[in-house]
């Protein structure tokens, strides 16, 4: 019985180059299917990440049609789970006696499938197998990446990276080679298997520097097409420990609109088609819709809980991270559906107002929400006597460098730090702090005058500078925003409401907050015009760019997705100490009449905000003295002329974000 399901699951080879070749599995279950590849150099082969040992006859027939068994040369394990190890015990026994290539780590877990090697650990052999011909694999190090000692291929001759799980989707196998739509399911499988992005990250900068012609992962499809757009892609993913913990993403979010509900719904139902088909996908919407009342739009909450009674917890799985960094996206509070899953207590009512369970303390600094400030918001605005109060964002501007350098706990440290500081600047009754999507903490301080509230502000990041939060110094900035500027501004607007006050006042704080980040050592800022709300609120691109035709080119372009763009003809006419001309990011020429790209890099390395800047290098040359004098400023991102507006594009927007 189960050898005629596992030969129904086989299916041919499929050549992807010359002399390589791809064994297509589906799972028993779906979803979840896997590819062993073939790898034929003259007489001899190598085997990547072999197969299941459900499988293992089927594999052996399968390469016996191609070569004698034989003749392989070497067996290639990137790590070492069922799916990869399983069939190898098996093909041994029938006469593929060929050394095993692994990492040690992986070998001391492959004995228990029952292999006795011989192994050819990589790390040993300076990470290297050398065919008769000459013909190199290379072994790349891709560390808990999902396994301690997960490894990847890649073949000198083909450019070909197989790549074991990475690059792999969460996707029944079908079509060979991936198109546009392979993104999303591939996210998706990263961000269900891979364990964060301090971890992915750096493997995905390691190749960078290789010529990868495809990727060749062991489960999904073969990428050839915009493979570098699918490295960046990974590189920016937030994936794992970032996602998934109910604890962690209950963080306080803004109320949520409806539109934004229902832009989530409409994100995850695409997800879903893209994982399940549109066929299925259509029919369980139907039976979703079914549960609803007639005709009414659903809601996210109602919509996860008829997803998961019509088509069972299964298919909210396998989107659940990608919802949660939907919910992070949007800002978003925890839909009732996932709170009352996760049993998260209720917390407490506010001492003021309010309902129990409407509003929720963050957990990791105990500050009450951002339902809880706007609430809160709301009553002092009512009191409509005139009385002064401030409202205050306050932000740790080099959290994104302590979370690279430390890790997610120091980060959470720092931001607890500055909660713990902000709560207790003042025992006024006025004076109370709130946690607001990360990385914010607000303030509001009712009764505050100018003076008042200004000395407190300056004294908090005092304090945050001095103390000992964070193995690093933290530097806080703040944004002010004073009662009598919030209702002039609201009454020009005229914004009455209790929706639209908070909102315009979110708006105006974070533009105070970004301007007040511009200098290198924070700031407080709490005077900014109208248009200036605008300039601050965009991100900042500067483009060093001598050739007008490319500047043209770019400019539409940067202007249309929403960023404001700076450009200047050489790096010489940069002054990265000038608060008001720091960008969020730098798109620089390498070649220029006066300071080029790397003179310029050099530049931004020695000062303290510089080096923190996104850093691109574009130029018509890249060979390979340009290539390491790149890599030798750290200098990641190199994209050569001319390369395509998507690009560009989209490496902008996953480092910096349009917003
Ligand atoms: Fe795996
Ligand atoms: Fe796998």
């Known amino acids: ?73 070497l067996m290639i394990a990137h790590h070492q789970d069922p799916d990869i190890c399983g069939a190898i015990p098996e093909l041994s026994k029938l006469g593929v006696s060929a050394p095993i290539a692994l990492h040690w780590r992986t070998s001391t877990l492959a004995v228990y499938y029952g292999i006795s090697g011989p192994f050819y650990l990589v790390n040993e052999n300076k990470w290297e ?10 072994f790349i190090p891709a560390p808990y990446c999902h396994f301690a000692g997960s490894i990847m291929t890649w073949d000198e001759k083909t450019g070909i990276l197989f790549s074991g799980d990475l690059f792999g989707a969460l996707s029944d196998v079908g079509e060979t080679f991936a198109d546009a739509s392979y993104h999303e399911p591939m996210k998706a499988f990263h961000e269900h298997y891979m364990p964060s992005r301090e971890i992915l990250a750096p493997v995905m900068d390691s190749i960078l520097s290789l010529d990868i012609k495809q990727i060749a992962p062991q489960h999904g499809k073969v990428i050839r097409e915009d493979v570098r757009g699918c490295v960046m892609e990974l590189r920016s993913l937030r994936c794992g420990s970032y996602l998934g913990n109910t604890e962690a993403v209950n963080v306080c979010r803004s109320p949520y609109s409806e539109k934004d509900e229902s832009l989530i719904v409409e994100r995850l139902i695409a997800r879903l088609a893209l994982l399940f088909g549109r066929e299925r996908t259509r029919l369980a919407l139907e039976r979703i819709k079914g549960t609803g009342e007639g005709g009414k739009a659903m809601g996210l909450s109602d919509f996860l809980a008829a997803l998961v009674a019509t088509q069972g917890p299964r298919w909210f799985s396998v989107i659940e991270p990608y919802l949660y960094s939907l919910l992070d996206e949007f800002r978003v509070a925890l839909p009732d559906y996932i709170r009352q899953t996760a049993e998260i207590p209720i917390p407490e009512p506010l001492s003021d107002s309010g309902t129990p369970g409407q ?23 009512a009191e409509r006597d005139g009385k002064e109060f401030a409202l205050i964002y306050f932000s740790v501007d080099n959290l994104e460098e302590i979370n690279q350098l430390h ?158 763009l700076v450009t200047v003809p050489d790096g010489a006419s940069v002054d990265m100490n000038r608060a008001e001309e ?30 923190r800047i996104p850093f691109i290098l574009i130029s018509r040359r890249k060979d390979e003295e340009f290539i390491k004098r790149a890599r030798d400023l750290g200098i990641v991102y190199f994209l050569k002329k001319p390369f395509s507006k998507t690009e560009l594009i989209g490496l902008v927007d ?6």
């Open 1 to 73: 019985m189960e050898k005629n399901v596992a030969e129904a699951e086989i299916e041919a080879w499929v050549k992807i180059d010359e002399g390589v070749f791809r064994l297509r599995h589906s799972s028993p279950r779906g979803m979840m299917g896997y590819s062993p590849y073939l790898l034929i150099d003259g007489n001899e082969a190598a085997l990547i990440d072999p197969g299941a040992s459900i499988h293992s006859s089927e594999i052996f027939d399968a390469i016996g049609k191609l070569i004698p068994p034989d003749r392989i040369s």
């Open 129 to 138: 197998w050398t065919f008769s011909s000459g013909r190199k694999l290379k």
């Open 359 to 381: 509003y929720a303390r963050d957990r990791n600094t105990g500050l009450w929400d951002g339902s809880a400030f706007r609430k809160r918001l709301g009553s002092v605005l």
């Open 407 to 564: 890790g997610r706990h120091a980060g959470d440290d720092a931001i607890r730090g500055l909660a713990y500081l902000a709560q207790n600047a003042s025992t006024d009754p006025g004076w109370s702090a709130y946690k607001l999507a990360a990385p914010y903490v607000a303030v509001i301080a009712d009764g505050f005058g100018k003076e008042a509230t200004r000395s407190t502000v300056e004294r908090i990041r005092y304090e945050a500078a001095e103390a000992k939060f964070s193995t690093e110094r933290l530097t806080v900035s703040a944004g002010i925003l004073y009662g009598d500027a919030l209702r002039a501004q609201a009454e020009a607007n005229g914004a009455n409401n209790q929706e639209e006050i908070p909102n315009a006042a979110d708006k105006l704080l974070l533009a105070r907050l970004f301007s007040a980040r511009r200098n290198a050592s924070g700031g407080i800022c709490d005077v900014l015009t109208d248009g200036a709300s605008d300039y601050y609120l965009k991100k900042r691109i500067l483009l060093v760019e001598p050739d007008d035709s490319y500047v043209r080119f770019l400019e539409p372009l940067f202007a249309a997705k929403g960023y404001f």
């Open 582 to 611: 720091i960008p969020d990011i730098v798109v620089a020429e390498a070649m220029t009449p006066r300071m080029g790209g790397f003179d310029l890099r050099r530049q931004m390395l020695n000062s303290v905000r510089g080096k």
């Open 654 to 659: 996953n480092l910096i974000g349009a917003t």
